[in-house]
């Protein structure tokens, strides 16, 4: 009886290990262009499953996930993406397209063609006389002091409702006030401040992706100085120190730092 038991309970903790395992694995895909232009790590977040990753210079990413989640990609000047996974994305990659977020350039008319006939072309520029002195007249009058104090811009109460708020604790006020005290306050790094940072980040943050293009000690070192510069990482994040989002943040400027000094491995 008793071997009979052991056998029973060793069989239902394997149905659910397995269970676990078959529930949870990891997708595959890539993400690129409409354009095919060279695309910087993008922020791949499963949303169901609270996860986030990076995808690698060339867009390929994986991330643990099953079938049904939400998968949301985000990457600055890009529209974000959410997609949710079918049973046949599981097991095979896929290619996510981003598209570039359009620039708006507000529409300029030109109403009038100058001739080249300065004589008629300034008499149409030119503001005439009358125009010149109301304005300097207006300017004047709103410069000058008060001489009768302003009416008070309320309404009487006689035509107001009731005040159901009367007495009562704004919560949602309360809420909002809290939530901004326990944010830290963005102020400026000093030399101590900086280099404590940025030994920070070469203890915590994963930069084996530096060490993939040839890049020593030395050269980690200045790419670091280069990034917090670029990006203000130490003034933006040494009092709220997110690893997923400096590793994202470092992985912009390189993009922009490999552009400029050849480093080995690098595709040109």
Not at 26 to 39: A, E, N
Not at 126 to 151: A, C, F, I, T, W
Not at 216 to 234: G, H, M, N
Request: aromatic share 10%; hydrophobic share 35%.
């Amino acid at each position: 009886m008793e071997t009979k038991y052991i056998r029973r309970v060793l069989l239902l903790v394997l149905f659910c290990t397995a269970s676990g395992l078959w529930g949870q694995q990891k997708i595959s895909g890539k993400v690129i262009t409409g354009d095919d232009l060279d695309l910087a790590p993008v922020l791949v977040v499963n949303i169901t499953g609270n996860r986030s990753v990076l995808s690698d210079m060339s867009g390929k990413f994986e991330i643990e996930a099953k079938e049904n989640d939400e998968i949301r990609f985000v990457k600055e000047g890009y529209y974000r993406v959410d997609k949710k996974l079918t049973k046949e994305e599981i097991n095979t990659p896929f290619n996510i397209i981003l598209k570039k977020m359009e620039i708006q350039i507000p529409e300029v008319r030109i109403k009038y063609r100058p001739t080249g006939n300065l004589a008629k072309d300034n008499q149409h520029y030119n503001e005439s006389r009358k125009l010149q002195s109301l304005k300097s007249d207006m300017d004047d009058y709103m410069r000058s002091p008060l001489n009768q104090p302003l009416p008070n811009n309320t309404t009487s109460k006689t035509f107001t409702g009731h005040d159901f708020n009367a007495g009562q604790v704004n919560l949602f006020g309360v809420f909002n006030a809290v939530k901004k005290l326990a944010q830290p306050k963005v102020t400026k790094a000093n030399y101590n401040e900086t280099r404590d940072f940025l030994r920070r980040v070469k203890n915590e943050v994963n930069l084996r992706f530096l060490k993939k293009y040839g890049m020593d000690e030395e050269q980690i070192d200045a790419f670091l100085l280069y990034a917090d510069k670029t990006r203000s990482l130490a003034k933006r994040y040494r009092k709220d120190f997110s690893i997923t989002v400096i590793e994202y943040e470092l992985k912009i400027a390189f993009g922009e730092y490999s552009k400029t000094n050849k480093l080995e491995g690098v595709k040109e």
